[in-house]
């Protein structure tokens, strides 16, 4: 199979336009089980060290978002200490966990035997799940779908919540999914000055 010109054009806009949405711009609406399968899909065609396909996922019920979002609550004003010198952070909406309709917990799923490709880089297996979250997050965009990815939680907590044995299974992400108000036409963290865009350049060895 060939692409055109239009394709890459298309791909390239899909790209440009994915949001990490928050909370703030979810809005109530249900997100249809066949769009939900077009993105679970879509990490199944992950690339995966040695074909491994090591990902799990886990859909998240209201009782287990409530702790997810409780725990998220507690750790959220734990990390203010780190931002001290950014008083923005306090007022930033980082997650989506009750607004989204969907919340999906991705975890890697540890291998015993030997996998090709991971001889010397043990960590490429999870480098992989993550590529099957980055097909979901352009695939969700694809359907006017939000996704955002929530990250300030740890592991431990959340393994206990979902009862997950650490010894087979590694807490990956865990994401919200929901249809939005909007998609800003910039990442919502560079229209608040959070940070500067880099420049391909600024990406370079030189």
Not at 107 to 114: A, Q
Not at 147 to 163: A, E, H
Not at 175 to 195: A, H, I, Q, R, S
Request: glycine letters at 4%; proline letters at 2%.
């Amino acid at each position: 199979m060939k692409f055109n010109k239009k394709d890459l054009n298309t791909l390239t806009k899909i790209i440009t336009s994915r949001r990490d949405v928050r909370g703030n711009n979810f809005i109530n609406k249900k997100i249809s089980s066949k769009k939900l399968d077009i993105i679970l899909q879509s990490a199944l065609n992950a690339p995966s060290v040695g074909y491994s396909q090591p990902w799990k996922f886990l859909i998240v019920n209201k009782e287990e978002q409530e702790l997810v979002y409780n725990h998220f609550s507690k750790s959220f004003e734990k990390s203010k200490k780190n931002f001290i010198d950014k008083p923005l952070y306090n007022n930033l909406k980082l997650e989506g966990i009750k607004e989204s309709d969907i919340n999906i917990a991705v975890y890697y799923k540890k291998n015993k035997d030997n996998v090709l490709g991971q001889t010397y880089m043990k960590r490429t297996g999870e480098y992989s799940v993550v590529c099957a979250i980055l097909n979901m997050w352009l695939t969700a965009r694809a359907l006017n779908i939000g996704m955002g990815w929530v990250s300030i939680l740890k592991p431990k907590k959340i393994n206990k919540i979902f009862d997950i044995d650490k010894n087979e299974y590694k807490f990956i992400a865990y994401l919200c999914f929901g249809y939005t108000k909007e998609f800003y036409d910039e990442p919502e963290l560079k229209k608040l000055k959070w940070n500067n865009k880099k420049k391909l350049k600024d990406c370079l060895f030189t």
